[in-house]
């Protein structure tokens, strides 16, 4: 039997932590040891959870220095997710994201 925490962390496809996974299933009313159903992947409380899962993902620190570039995804790939988290996000009528990256105001003295 599948848990819901091992469906989510099957859905992302990339290493994420699995007590980020627990904390967003428990935010989202989910016990992360119940069975994985096709009720619950049908539900808002789920699909939610994916989004969640998958925008920590765009939110992940990237680095990149010279022709070196530590992060998971690549530009194209953040963008391939923003899509599917909106998506699902606007299936169950929760508002859309932004990538989110920080803006850096410069202040000369």
């Known amino acids: 039997m599948k848990t819901i925490c091992q469906a989510l962390i099957d859905a992302v496809h990339y290493p994420i932590s699995i007590g980020y996974v ?24 789920y699909k939610g959870a994916l989004a969640d899962c998958l925008y920590s993902l765009i939110q992940a620190v990237n680095f990149s220095e010279s022709d070196k570039s530590v992060g998971n995804l690549t530009d194209d790939q953040r963008r391939l997710v923003l899509k599917r988290v909106n998506a699902l996000y606007g299936e169950i009528g929760e508002p859309l994201v932004d990538e989110g990256k920080p803006e850096v105001e410069c202040l000369y003295l």
């Open 22 to 45: 627990e904390n967003v299933l428990i935010e989202r009313g989910f016990d992360e040891s119940a069975p994985y159903s096709k009720d619950v992947a049908g539900s808002k409380g």
